[in-house]
């Protein structure tokens, strides 16, 4: 099995399905593709139909798309439980995968991720001053005080236990960090929303995928 992705210091879509497969205890090769190069988009079609990343190959197989990846790995590993167990919170964590997975485009926008903006490192940007970016940024504190509220008061992530919603908030989770976007400006009166983005940030497996975006940045 093999997981192509873009590098590890910027890849948002590619981290989300490395974090669950890793999560899922998979053993997969991973194929890193450098993004931003002359050779790039050649590289990439050798491995994907769409010419973006990630891909999963497997079985013979090219599964492409973060969404359809991790779908994938629900089937395959239900072990993992990466979806809540309680049905209500099933219905609502694919809800917010969703969302987020075709959504908040002002955000991805003004606040991209890439060469000169990447997820791991000490470096900070400024916050974009765009009042679409507050809007959106609005939303994702509603949703995370709302779920983490609802279903997740006793344990550390969105649903209680890690689930994908997780996986696809970590990207967000470093461009709120990056960015220095203002959650408190945005409605975290009490830092429940604070809370959890620190959580992501935290999470033993993006630490790992952070030294590795380091060790790219360094190399």
Sequence with gaps: MQLI???KAYSTWSLRPWLVLRRCAAVFEEIVVPLN??????AIAVHSPTGKVPALKVEGETIWDSLAISTWAVERYPEARLWPA????????????????????????????????????????????DPAVQVELRRLVEIFRTMRGRFGADEPYLFGAWSIPDAFLTPIAARIR??????AAAGDSDGVARAYVE?????????????????????
């Design 5 to 7: 992705i873009g590098d």
């Design 37 to 42: 190069r002359p050779e790039t988009a050649e």
């Design 86 to 129: 309680d049905a209500a919170a099933r219905w609502l964590a694919r809800s917010v995968t969703c969302e987020m997975h075709s959504g908040f485009m002002a955000i991805r926008t003004q606040c991209g991720m890439g060469p000169d903006h990447t997820m791991v490192g000490d470096d900070r940007a400024a916050a974009p001053t």
């Design 178 to 183: 990056h960015f220095q976007l203002d959650l």
């Design 199 to 219: 959580t992501l940030l935290a999470q033993p497996d993006f630490l790992e995928w952070s030294e590795a975006g380091r060790a790219e940045l360094a190399g």
